[in-house]
């Protein structure tokens, strides 16, 4: 495992921001979308992961009443399979309990890798459609 900083992400890294996302996504979001979200700091966080000041891992996650989203999770190529995605997943977790959450949800593909990787983070399925998962993690701890 490579422990990595995680850390609240702003414009400042925006061309890093973009970068990441356009190496981790078969769609990638425009530049103005990630401009705006990174303004919206109250419902939006884009925590990254950095390794010896650069990044190369990023989660976003929107809190909404009391269920936090992951809306992405990417890992630059050659940083994958040493734990950063759940370092940051984890990391998005403690924040959306911090901020009064009682679950965290998120999506995936169906895809054996990531029901794998989610299934040990503590999600369980709670919808598959088309190809696609949606998972859910208590967060209150009940």
Known sequence: MLLVEITDLDLDRMGEIV???EECSDE??????IREDLLERDELLYAGALWRG???????????GLVGKVLFVGVRGDYRRRGIGSQLVLACAEVARARGC???AC????E???RAFYSLLGFKVVEREEGRLRWAMDLSGG
């Open 54 to 64: 650069r990044l190369v891992g990023l989660a976003v996650l929107e809190l909404e």
């Open 107 to 110: 999506r995936s593909r169906d």
């Open 19 to 21: 970068e990441l996302m």
């Open 28 to 33: 990638p979001w425009p530049e103005e979308t």
């Open 102 to 104: 009682l679950s965290l």
């Open 112 to 114: 054996e890798g990531l």
